[in-house]
C-alpha cells in the first residue's frame, strides 16, 4: 500500500521521494495515522534537512568576494576563475539571525511538495581575516563603494577549524542561478482569475499567448518576450498551479515580499526559469507576527494542489521545528509560533471553500 511504498523509499535513502508519497495519498489512504508516522520519519531521518555549517576559505569555495548588492541586505559573490558560485548574503544590523529565515524557507521547500524550486541555502560563515583577503582580491570602484556597507555586519568571537578563536560573520550560502526572467506577479490582474473558483475551470487551459498578451503592454514588452522563452507549455495550466503553491508557502512563512510596492521592481522577487518559478529570495519569510496585508492575498487563492495542501497538513511540530530553526533561541521560538498559525488559518480557509464549493472544484491541480 501507500505507506509501503513510503517505507521502501526511506529504506532507500529517498527521503524526498517518501513525503512526496504521503503527500499524494494523504486524501486517499485508509489508514492516515501510519501515513503520518512515515512522512515524520522521512523528516527526522533525512540527513539532507541537516545541511552542515560550512566554513568558508580562500579558494575553497572560490578565490574572490564580489559585491552583488540586495537592496537592504549585504550579499555578495563567491567566484570562481571569474564565474560566479555562490550567492552569500550575511548577517547584519536590524535583520541580526535573519539569515537563518532563507535556510528555514529552502528547508521547508525540500520538506513540502512545493512544484516551483529554491535554491540551496546552506548555513555558513566566514572569517573576518579571510573575508578581508577574498575581498580585497578586487579593486574596482563599486567593490570600494560597497564596502561602506560592512560596518552594519555582525561579528561573533568563535573557534575555527583549527581550534584557534576568530571573528566569524554567519550567513546564508546560496548556490548560484546564472539565468532567469522576471514574472511581474504583482499584476494581479493578469493572472487572478486562474485561482478564481467562481471562474469556470477552463480558464486554467487557456492558450498561455492570451497570458503573455496581457503582460506585453509592460515594459515595452519585456515581460512577455522573455517568460516566454522559458516558458514551454501550450496551456496556462502549469503557469497556474505554480502561483497557487508559491502564494501557499508566502503565506506560510508570511514573506510579504514577493510583491514589490513599486512598479519599477515589479518581478524582481518572482524569478523563473526553464518553466518553473525559483523563489531565490526568502529574506522575508517567518515574520514574528501575523500581516494584515497577507490575509488579502489569501482570499483571492482559491484554487489548490491537493499534494501541495495534503503536504501542509502533514507538518507535524515536534518533527518541523527542530529541522526548520535548529536549537530555536526566543526570537526563532516566536518565529515558529507565527508559522503554525499561519498554517491554521490557511487550512480553515481552503476547509470552508471545500465545504461550499466542493473537493472538485477547490483542488484543481492534481
Given at each position: 500500500?501507500?505507506?509501503?511504498?513510503?517505507?521502501?523509499?526511506?529504506?532507500?535513502?529517498?527521503?524526498?521521494?517518501?513525503?512526496?508519497?504521503?503527500?499524494?495519498?494523504?486524501?486517499?489512504?485508509?489508514?492516515?495515522?501510519?501515513?503520518?508516522?512515515?512522512?515524520?520519519?522521512?523528516?527526522?531521518?533525512?540527513?539532507?534537512?541537516?545541511?552542515?555549517?560550512?566554513?568558508?576559505?580562500?579558494?575553497?569555495?572560490?578565490?574572490?568576494?564580489?559585491?552583488?548588492?540586495?537592496?537592504?541586505?549585504?550579499?555578495?559573490?563567491?567566484?570562481?576563475?571569474?564565474?560566479?558560485?555562490?550567492?552569500?548574503?550575511?548577517?547584519?544590523?536590524?535583520?541580526?539571525?535573519?539569515?537563518?529565515?532563507?535556510?528555514?524557507?529552502?528547508?521547508?521547500?525540500?520538506?513540502?511538495?512545493?512544484?516551483?524550486?529554491?535554491?540551496?541555502?546552506?548555513?555558513?560563515?566566514?572569517?573576518?581575516?579571510?573575508?578581508?583577503?577574498?575581498?580585497?582580491?578586487?579593486?574596482?570602484?563599486?567593490?570600494?563603494?560597497?564596502?561602506?556597507?560592512?560596518?552594519?555586519?555582525?561579528?561573533?568571537?568563535?573557534?575555527?577549524?583549527?581550534?584557534?578563536?576568530?571573528?566569524?560573520?554567519?550567513?546564508?550560502?546560496?548556490?548560484?542561478?546564472?539565468?532567469?526572467?522576471?514574472?511581474?506577479?504583482?499584476?494581479?490582474?493578469?493572472?487572478?482569475?486562474?485561482?478564481?473558483?467562481?471562474?469556470?475551470?477552463?480558464?486554467?487551459?487557456?492558450?498561455?499567448?492570451?497570458?503573455?498578451?496581457?503582460?506585453?503592454?509592460?515594459?515595452?514588452?519585456?515581460?512577455?518576450?522573455?517568460?516566454?522563452?522559458?516558458?514551454?507549455?501550450?496551456?496556462?495550466?502549469?503557469?497556474?498551479?505554480?502561483?497557487?503553491?508559491?502564494?501557499?508557502?508566502?503565506?506560510?512563512?508570511?514573506?510579504?515580499?514577493?510583491?514589490?510596492?513599486?512598479?519599477?521592481?515589479?518581478?524582481?522577487?518572482?524569478?523563473?526559469?526553464?518553466?518553473?518559478?525559483?523563489?531565490?529570495?526568502?529574506?522575508?519569510?517567518?515574520?514574528?507576527?501575523?500581516?494584515?496585508?497577507?490575509?488579502?492575498?489569501?482570499?483571492?487563492?482559491?484554487?489548490?494542489?491537493?499534494?501541495?495542501?495534503?503536504?501542509?497538513?502533514?507538518?507535524?511540530?515536534?518533527?518541523?521545528?527542530?529541522?526548520?530553526?535548529?536549537?530555536?533561541?526566543?526570537?526563532?521560538?516566536?518565529?515558529?509560533?507565527?508559522?503554525?498559525?499561519?498554517?491554521?488559518?490557511?487550512?480553515?480557509?481552503?476547509?470552508?471553500?471545500?465545504?461550499?464549493?466542493?473537493e472538485e472544484a477547490v483542488y484543481a491541480f492534481e
Amino acid at each position: 500500500n501507500d505507506a509501503d511504498l513510503a517505507e521502501e523509499a526511506i529504506r532507500q535513502g529517498d527521503f524526498h521521494r517518501a513525503r512526496k508519497i504521503a503527500a499524494d495519498h494523504y486524501a486517499s489512504t485508509s489508514n492516515r495515522g501510519r501515513l503520518q508516522e512515515v512522512f515524520d520519519r522521512a523528516v527526522a531521518e533525512d540527513p539532507f534537512l541537516r545541511p552542515a555549517l560550512q566554513t568558508i576559505e580562500p579558494d575553497l569555495h572560490g578565490d574572490t568576494l564580489r559585491a552583488l548588492g540586495g537592496g537592504a541586505s549585504v550579499t555578495l559573490r563567491i567566484t570562481d576563475g571569474g564565474e560566479n558560485r555562490y550567492a552569500l548574503k550575511l548577517d547584519r544590523d536590524e535583520w541580526e539571525g535573519g539569515w537563518r529565515v532563507e535556510v528555514a524557507a529552502y528547508l521547508l521547500c525540500e520538506i513540502l511538495p512545493c512544484g516551483f524550486d529554491i535554491p540551496i541555502n546552506e548555513p555558513a560563515r566566514i572569517s573576518r581575516e579571510d573575508f578581508d583577503e577574498l575581498y580585497g582580491r578586487v579593486n574596482t570602484p563599486r567593490q570600494n563603494s560597497y564596502a561602506e556597507r560592512f560596518d552594519e555586519l555582525i561579528w561573533h568571537e568563535k573557534e575555527g577549524p583549527d581550534g584557534a578563536q576568530r571573528e566569524y560573520v554567519y550567513g546564508t550560502l546560496k548556490e548560484w542561478i546564472p539565468n532567469y526572467v522576471n514574472v511581474p506577479i504583482e499584476y494581479v490582474e493578469t493572472w487572478e482569475k486562474w485561482l478564481d473558483i467562481s471562474q469556470e475551470e477552463s480558464v486554467l487551459d487557456e492558450n498561455f499567448d492570451e497570458y503573455l498578451a496581457r503582460i506585453r503592454p509592460y515594459q515595452n514588452g519585456r515581460f512577455a518576450r522573455r517568460v516566454a522563452q522559458e516558458y514551454h507549455e501550450d496551456s496556462a495550466h502549469q503557469m497556474a498551479r505554480q502561483i497557487s503553491n508559491l502564494s501557499v508557502f508566502d503565506y506560510l512563512s508570511g514573506n510579504f515580499d514577493r510583491y514589490s510596492g513599486i512598479e519599477d521592481y515589479y518581478g524582481v522577487n518572482s524569478h523563473f526559469a526553464d518553466g518553473r518559478f525559483v523563489a531565490i529570495d526568502n529574506s522575508a519569510a517567518f515574520q514574528f507576527r501575523s500581516l494584515n496585508r497577507m490575509e488579502p492575498r489569501l482570499a483571492r487563492l482559491q484554487r489548490f494542489s491537493r499534494t501541495m495542501i495534503d503536504g501542509v497538513r502533514l507538518l507535524n511540530p515536534e518533527t518541523i521545528n527542530p529541522v526548520l530553526f535548529p536549537e530555536a533561541d526566543g526570537r526563532e521560538a516566536v518565529r515558529l509560533r507565527t508559522f503554525w498559525i499561519q498554517r491554521d488559518k490557511l487550512l480553515d480557509h481552503v476547509d470552508a471553500l471545500v465545504e461550499e464549493h466542493g473537493e472538485e472544484a477547490v483542488y484543481a491541480f492534481e
